[in-house]
């Protein structure tokens, strides 16, 4: 049984796979396509159009370096406004073009930088979730790392919301839950034991729909395996959904996040 | 008799500089945190709670602000059945809020109603900061969404007036789902052609910010506000430098474009009257 806070570590390892990394596994002729029309191209989120066996989807992820120079080009994976201006013109554009949309979370939050600020931050992410709950198209959610605060959820209200066995999904990190309620930021440790953010808990606590697992000791060590999984569990959930009428999926995507507390 | 009047104002000030700012409004007397004016507690009252010298608006209950939105008498409180929930099972998290409710005489940090305005009715909400930090759980999701429902249902405007310190942490990844619920909710009242009001006060933050807050068709804010999605402590560790003055007030934010217009609070029930009636149907 690996605990919360050894989750937190798997999840944030530098050779987990990133968003890229499924994206080119699960999917074949993937078409990245860049900018929100308005301020810029933010690397931390990516995004564009791919086939899903054969079939057209939009895929959209927060993408996390591996090494120290890729980390600083995609911002540790902390997006700007503009990164989630960019996933929603895309999930606008495969509504207008009728294609699924999958995205993958992992993000350690939204940037709390200057820019980030004058350009909007809360406004980009409150959007975000206003535009997603009314999407005409089947929108899945996957946790694959970390997905902390709102920085997660700006692209994570979704008909089916999933996570990898070892991903961590969370209010913030458990070092900020612990510096502002224990005060101490060194109890990260207890924070994450305590905070429920591990895979399990939260299907306990019906915020997620379903657990994809992992192969033994974590992503990292097989990822054709896992990435198979993966694609699996997307085609199966995008089946699943096209039985539905639209407006039956906009109100069982309502009752979902309605429930919740 | 001068003299003695100087005395008198220079114990106030005294004691004043003894009390922290949170205790400034308890007594007689305040001191004005902005001008630091020593004013009379009445008089703050009987001008909306703003300094009569410089201006400055001093945070309101959700009792008082109600007040002053609301015709007499007009206040319909519903969602009082919902309560505070504890999903972390948090240790000490349930005590605390028992022992606030007693102290602060208020259930959560928000209260919402259906209530006229100048004649016109509408649902309205409002939260209160001196609940926990007007944070935000599942309780005040909750009322929230009520509160957008039932505007939908009674084809009314909304209301909100928002005051936070963003997400109630002692309740972790449910209090996050609340900022996806009321959004959600929004989305629906926006589909319905109704009308919401977004009203930001100081100071607006975190998942507060990042959901309804955001997301008026018409938003406004009271004057020299904090509002912002990270807080500014939070930004300065991040960028290690100080940020300019001025930075995340309404008027930076209204400079930005992010907000419709700034509202002297004394003006504040006239205008959303007068929104309200603009988007009557005929």
Partial sequence: ?261 | MVIDKVKKVNKVEERVKNEKASDMLIGKWVKCDNCKEILYKDDVHKNYSICPNCGKHFRLSARRRIKQIADEESFQEIGTEIHTKDPLKFDGYLKKVEALKEKTKIEEAVKCGICKINGEEAVLAVMDGNFMMGSMGSCVGERITLAIETSIEKRLPLIIFCVSGGARMQEGIISLMQMAKTSAALAKHNEEGLLYISVLTDPTTGGVTASFASLGDIILAEPDALIGFAGPRVIEQTIKQKLPEGFQKSEFLLEHGFIDKIVDRRDMKNVLAELIKLHKKI
């Fill in chain 1, 1 to 261: 049984m690996i605990s919360a806070w050894e989750k937190v570590s798997l999840a944030r390892m530098a050779e987990r796979p990133k968003s890229l990394d499924y994206i080119n596994e699960i999917f074949t002729d993937f078409i990245e396509l860049h900018g929100d029309r308005n301020f810029g191209d933010d690397k931390s989120i990516v995004g564009g159009i791919a086939k899903l066996d054969g079939m057209p989807v939009t895929v959209i992820g927060e993408q996390k370096g591996k090494k120290a120079k890729e980390n600083m080009e995609r911002n540790f994976g902390m997006p700007n406004p503009e990164g989630y201006r960019k996933a929603l013109r895309l999930m606008k554009q495969a509504e207008k073009f009728k294609r699924p949309i999958i995205t993958f979370i992992d993000t350690p939050g939204a940037y709390p930088g200057m820019g980030a600020e004058e350009r909007g931050q809360g406004e980009a992410i409150a959007r975000n979730m206003l535009e997603m709950a009314n999407l005409k198209v089947p929108i899945i959610c996957i946790v694959i790392g970390e997905g902390s605060s709102g920085g997660a959820l700006a692209i994570g209200l979704g008909d089916k919301v999933a996570m990898l066995e070892n991903a961590v999904y969370s209010i913030l990190s458990p070092e900020g839950f612990a510096s502002i309620l224990y005060k101490d930021a060194s109890k990260a440790k207890d924070a994450a034991e305590n905070m429920k953010i591990t895979a399990q808990d939260l299907k306990d606590l019906n915020v997620i729909d379903d657990i994809i697992e992992e192969p033994e000791g974590g992503a990292q060590n097989d990822l054709s395996s896992i990435a198979n999984n993966l694609k699996k569990y997307i085609i199966k959930s995008i089946e699943e959904l096209n039985k539905l009428s639209v407006e039956e999926m906009l109100q069982n995507r309502y009752e979902k996040f309605r429930k919740i507390g």
